[in-house]
């Protein structure tokens, strides 16, 4: 029996390999692929095509210089968790001890496992909203938690509070939230987050935030969970520099929260990585100090190239759910006739050179139905690509 034989008939196996019994690759890996060998524009995989400021790259080359190469603290460097807390404080007001309540990680993917791993227990039911990001259902599965999902409704797709209040119940050990969030560029209210923090208390829960995207909202600055009342003491917020600095192949993200959930986040992520990225972290350190300019700037410039992808998308006949932060804009095919997204993401690099993710690959086989013919672009790629990709797209209509 081959190694791979044995761990195909295991529960974690049947998961994450296919039904042929191969590896099966990430939506992202298998949409960039094909990307590569149609020579299909590339708006599948969220992934900036320009780098980021130059002080940051720089800062990173200069670490190598001085000799940053070996293992950082397990907690991660001073430099970059005093940076940390001092983001929190400058952007949001909140007090981060920089000693106690920040952790480095190797991005938010390795925050979210190891967060996870280290709060719940086999049988536990993990609560998010759907669609999700790929990794949510995968942590839920190789954690053998119970995956509970709200559906997000409507053009701006909200979660439904009577919905989210069925399902958060003793059972619940972890909410896990993601805001802006990754797929639909939409935003949670201000009602809503205050409902999740009542919620987190009322069955004693903990909330999990995925706030990558924090500094890419382009109509109202963002709001942590974790700044409203009563909401730290239960809450960690996860980060990472990749989105917001354009370097999401550094993978240095980060925990913040109380001390308690902070050390049993560090025990787990110790045998996970044990570390990763030393000169990179002092590089985001700088990047995190930036002027308020360089954050706006990130911003404005985004938003302008979601608008530039929307009136696109919508000129060539989608019908398109206007993002109000991150790096995606959903566009419903249905009008241009595809009922099935994943059809019409296999077709699409054929029709129109553009590579797009199936809004269902964020989503459980059994609640497709309100998302089956919606389609993910990220905008997240320098202008020309994006007007290229509109006018090749518009070639769908003849
Ligand atoms: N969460 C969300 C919502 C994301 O979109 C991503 C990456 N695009 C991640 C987590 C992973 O972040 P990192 O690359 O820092 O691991
Ligand atoms: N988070 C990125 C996206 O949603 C991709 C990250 C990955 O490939 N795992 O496109």
Not at 76 to 102: C, M, S, T, W
Not at 164 to 185: C, E, K, S
Not at 266 to 290: D, E, H, R, S
């Amino acid at each position: 029996m081959t190694v791979h034989g044995a761990w195909e008939r295991t529960a974690r196996g049947a998961m994450l390999l296919g039904a042929d019994g191969e590896l099966r690759p990430t939506i992202f890996a298998e949409m960039s692929a094909l990307a590569a060998s149609t020579g299909a524009i590339n708006l599948g995989q969220g992934f900036p095509d320009e780098d980021g400021p130059p002080e940051v790259l720089e800062a990173a080359r200069q670490a190598i210089s001085d000799g940053i190469n070996q293992y950082p603290p397990g907690i991660g460097l001073p430099v970059l968790r005093n940076a940390i807390a001092a983001h929190q404080k400058r952007f949001y007001g909140l007090p981060v001890d920089a000693d106690h309540e920040v952790l480095v990680t190797a991005g938010a993917t390795e925050a979210l496992t190891a967060t996870i791993l280290a709060l719940t227990d086999d049988g536990d039911e993990l609560v998010t909203l759907e669609p999700f990001y790929d990794s949510y259902a995968a942590i839920a599965g190789l954690n053998r938690l119970k995956h509970v999902t709200v559906p997000l409704r409507g053009e701006h797709f909200q979660p439904d509070h009577d919905e989210l209040r069925a399902a958060v119940t003793d059972r619940t050990r972890i909410i896990l939230i993601n805001d802006p969030h990754n797929p639909t560029g939409s935003i949670l209210k201000r009602e809503t987050l205050e409902l999740i923090v009542e919620l987190a208390h009322q069955h004693d829960a903990i909330i999990v935030t995925d706030e990558v995207y924090e500094h890419l909202t382009f109509d109202e600055p963002h709001v942590p969970i974790t700044t409203l009342p009563a909401a730290w003491e239960r809450t960690v917020t996860i980060s990472s520099g990749g989105k917001t600095f354009n370097t999401t192949g550094w993978k240095i993200g980060w925990v913040t929260g109380p001390r308690d959930y902070v050390e049993a986040i560090l025990a787990v992520k110790q045998y996970l990585t044990f570390v990763n990225g030393a000169p990179f972290q002092p590089a985001i350190a700088v990047g995190l100090g930036l002027p308020d300019s360089y954050f706006a700037g990130a911003a404005a410039a985004l938003k302008a190239k979601s608008e530039l992808l929307s009136a696109g998308l919508e000129k060539a006949g989608f019908t398109v759910s206007r993002p109000q932060g991150g790096y995606f804009v959903i566009a419903d095919a249905a009008p241009l006739g595809f009922t099935d997204a994943e059809a019409a993401a296999r077709e699409l690099p054929h029709l129109a050179g553009v590579v797009a993710i199936p809004l269902t690959a964020f989503v459980r086989p059994e609640n497709r139905g309100p998302y089956a013919s919606k389609l993910r672009f990220a905008f997240c790629k320098r202008a020309d690509v994006l007007e290229r990709a509109a006018a090749q797209l518009a070639e769908l209509r003849r």
